[in-house]
């Protein structure tokens, strides 16, 4: 089974991007998947979540408005809008399938971690 996260780079402040979730091995279809983040010297920490029929999302309130989470199921894939960067959205972004269905918002929910990519944004 694996995660495998896509989509980070270099931006500008106010730039945006989209990051991708790609799963193989199983679905997780029936799984809450989310995202998180750790920037250097910092815990990792929550950004977005979606439950497993994509009815419910949460978000860290710093993103909210600026970043948008979704899934494909028939690609078994997951997504983030990521809108207006910030300096401080500058970290390494982990897509993360949780035990549960509902919403996931902390890392002892998660089951699989996917490799990470690296957000730089530059002021």
């Known amino acids: 089974v694996q995660l495998q996260a896509s989509g980070g780079g270099l931006v500008q402040a106010g730039g945006s991007l989209r990051l991708s979730c790609a799963a193989s091995?199983?679905?997780?279809?029936?799984?809450?998947m989310g995202w998180f983040r750790q920037a250097p010297g910092k815990e990792r920490e929550f950004v977005a979540s979606?439950?497993?029929?994509?009815?419910?999302?949460r978000y860290k309130e710093s993103v909210e408005g600026r970043f948008t989470i979704s899934r494909g199921y028939a690609e078994n894939t997951m997504y983030l809008q990521m809108n207006t960067l910030k300096p401080e959205d500058t970290a390494v972004y982990y897509c993360?399938?949780?035990?549960?269905?509902?919403?996931?918002?902390?890392?002892?929910?998660?089951?699989?971690w996917g490799q990470g990519t690296l957000v730089t944004v530059s002021s």
């Open positions: 091995g199983r679905t997780f279809n029936n799984n809450a």
């Open positions: 979606i439950s497993w029929n994509g009815h419910i999302t």
């Open positions: 993360a399938a949780a035990r549960g269905s509902a919403v996931v918002s902390t890392t002892t929910s998660v089951i699989y």
